[in-house]
């Protein structure tokens, strides 16, 4: 490959990031504008933003080099994803969307549940700010490790080298630029990461004679690559395997980055046409990402390649023109950035918004407010660089621990506080606090071979329900705010 021709493509496609972030920069006077954009995000916007967002680049590294491994066993895993991006943006978008403006025009998730619940303690505030940045860290390093697995693997650099330059190439426009910054980059990247994911499969199948060629060399790798039920040393899929699998579709309800698009969109009846945008989006880029890691199995044979996660960047490099290799390789970095900015966006303005303003300086300027979540954005970056710096950390497992830590210690205090009047602060706090402790303890004793979400979720829930019957009931005022805003439904 000609290295000269892919490195000018980067460079074009930062200088382009680059340029985005610079004029969101200009539109950046408030805190409003640098968390949520200024709630002022279209449809097409929002959906393509939550999705690029989400996915980021273990989409294109991580899921493909599962089907690599796992075969057919994979389609749980999109299945679950699929069925969550759609009851997330069916279920939570519009009621989150309009409770958060209604609650004192909450900015962020842990303001949310404060003005949700008028918790005065401010223990709600303060307790979901730590668990963000707890296992931000860790989503984040799985951003800076796929950046290190793409310089690595496509310049031949070293992966320590390769994981600082993507650290400040990411730091550098979301710094600037804020929301904006990330959501209208996240359009180019969503696009740009359908298209590279939709094209690379397609021409490994061209090149192998199509579909029944590929099958029949997953056949001759390992039969059981073909089957639904069973792993690759052909035991049966149990209940709890595929219940695991599945169980990634819960992580959807307690993500701060994907829940804050629903927040951000301009008008809540333009969410239907963002919901068929973003469930369109996210079933292509699924699909696409299992067929890369299947026809990657027949393409190398049995040569194969050192690193399953690296099978999409293999098949760039062997089967397209350096020139169109550079986009499509691009869009990697597009999916790592996608996510890592907006992860970075939420736990800086964590920092700011519940942290210095909420405990320290209750009178700081919007400006300032501005500026202390630029600085917390290197802060948090650089932290995650750290855990990122370890050559043997996976895409897919980082990601997995992050994803059911939201997923568990959000997720069922969004859905019961949008719709459960009874819900109290009390049950809130129990239930992020449960459910936050549960994917760390769980996923440390490897229980059963349970997906750490499962039981998190289930327990997080039961606790919200306990804790809240059993303490005092909301006051007449937060019920009466309840039902005025289930009536704009």
Not at 222 to 232: A, I, K, Q, V, W
Not at 271 to 290: D, E, M, N, Q
Not at 429 to 454: D, P
Request: aromatic share 12%.
């Amino acid at each position: 490959m000609n290295i000269g021709v892919v490195s000018v493509t980067f460079l074009i496609y930062i200088g382009v990031m680059l340029a985005l972030g610079y004029v969101a920069y200009k539109r950046t006077t408030n805190l409003s504008d640098y968390i949520l954009g200024g709630r002022s995000l279209g449809p097409g916007t929002a959906a393509l933003s939550a999705g690029a967002s989400d996915m980021s680049g273990w989409l294109l590294l991580g899921l493909p080099g599962y089907a690599l491994a796992a075969g057919y066993e994979a389609s749980w895993i999109a299945i679950g994803l699929l069925m969550g991006t759609w009851l997330n943006w069916l279920i939570v978008s519009r009621r989150l969307r309009v409770y958060s403006h209604a609650v004192n025009d909450s900015l962020t998730l842990p303001a949310y549940f404060e003005f949700r619940f008028a918790d005065k303690t401010r223990l709600l505030r303060v307790v979901s700010a730590v668990f963000i940045l707890l296992f931000f860290l860790f989503y984040t390093s799985s951003g800076l490790v796929a950046a290190g697995k793409l310089f690595e693997s496509t310049f031949g650099m070293g992966y320590t080298l390769a994981v600082v330059v993507g650290t400040f190439a990411i730091i550098s426009y979301t710094f600037f630029g804020g929301f904006l910054a990330v959501s209208w980059t996240d359009v180019i990247q969503g696009l740009l990461m359908a298209a590279a994911l939709v094209i690379i499969p397609i021409m490994a199948l061209s090149d192998m004679g199509g579909w029944g060629e590929a099958e029949a060399a997953m056949a001759a790798s390992n039969p059981n690559l073909l089957t639904f039920f069973t792993d690759m040393d052909g035991e049966a899929l149990g209940f709890v395997a595929i219940i695991s699998l599945l169980g990634w579709g819960l992580g959807y309800f307690g993500q701060p980055h994907v829940l804050a698009r629903f927040k951000a969109i301009e008008d809540d009846a333009a969410l239907p046409l963002a919901r068929r945008i973003a469930v369109t989006w996210t079933a292509v880029c699924l699909f696409a990402a299992l067929m890369t890691g299947w026809v990657g199995i027949g393409y190398f044979g049995e040569a194969g390649i050192g690193d399953a996660e690296t099978v999409f960047l293999a098949l760039v490099q062997a089967l397209m023109h350096p020139l169109v290799a550079g986009i499509l390789l691009a869009a990697v970095l597009a999916a790592i950035m996608s996510t890592a900015d907006s992860q970075l966006l939420v736990s800086s303005s964590a920092l700011a918004e519940d942290f210095y303003k909420a405990l320290f300086r209750k009178d700081a300027s919007q400006q300032q407010l501005v500026w202390v979540g630029r600085f917390a954005v290197v802060g948090i970056a650089l932290l995650a660089l750290l855990f990122a710096l370890d050559p043997e950390s996976t895409v897919l497992g980082l990601v997995s621990y992050a994803w059911a830590g939201f997923g568990a210690a959000f997720g069922p205090a969004v859905i019961l506080s949008l719709f459960w009047k009874r819900m109290n602060w009390q049950g809130a706090l129990a239930g992020i606090i449960v459910g936050g402790v549960t994917v760390v303890v769980w996923e440390r004793l490897s229980l059963f071979g349970l997906y750490e979400i499962i039981p998190g979720f289930i327990l997080a829930s039961i606790a919200i329900v306990v804790v809240s019957l059993l303490t005092k009931e909301p006051d007449a005022e937060i019920q009466a705010t309840f039902d005025d805003v289930a009536s704009r439904y």
